[in-house]
């Protein structure tokens, strides 16, 4: 009989991912990165496609911050309001199959930039939860977990290095 030494997790609410903060600035470089290529760029379609899943994952992470802090503000609020409407749109444009081109992974950079864009906006309106460390390189709003935990894109955390 095989065992695994694999713990499966019961989250639905996704409490557990919002203690790990994100690690933004890696993403944001990426999407800097992305959103200069012209037609001359010489990635294969396989790197492209891996580059949209990477920006796709990291979306759907900043789009779950921005849904936890859009139901932090009332019902009839404005900036409540918008965030819904962006993230309505996200969850089309993520529901879209991923191809292996430029123009998918810069419309999967455009979309992390106006979820980063959004959440700011919704700090604004509900304030930080908490100040970033130095050097940790997030925002307010992904500092919320134990101190020097990072998200290393979508799935894993580990320690901060030196």
Not at 50 to 62: K, S
Not at 124 to 129: C, I, K, L, M, N
């Amino acid at each position: 009989m095989h065992t695994s030494a694999h713990t499966v997790l019961y989250d639905p609410d996704g409490l557990i991912e919002a203690e790990l903060p994100l690690d933004r600035a890696p993403y944001e470089c990426l999407v800097t990165a992305v959103l200069a290529w012209t037609g001359q760029d010489a990635l294969t379609a396989r790197d492209l496609e891996q580059i949209a899943l990477q920006l796709t994952g990291h979306a759907r992470a900043v789009a779950a911050d921005v849904r936890r802090r859009a139901d932090q503000l009332p019902k009839d609020s404005g900036p409540k309001a918008l965030a819904d409407v962006v993230l309505r749109e996200a969850e089309g444009r993520l529901s879209m199959m991923i191809e292996g081109t430029v123009r998918c992974a810069q419309n999967r950079a455009r979309l992390v930039r106006a979820l980063y864009a959004r959440l700011d906006r919704l700090e604004t309106a509900t304030g930080p939860s908490a100040a970033p460390s130095a050097g940790q390189g997030t925002s307010p709003s992904h500092t919320h977990g134990p101190p020097g935990r990072l998200k290393v894109g979508p799935y894993e955390a580990r320690p901060p290095g030196p």
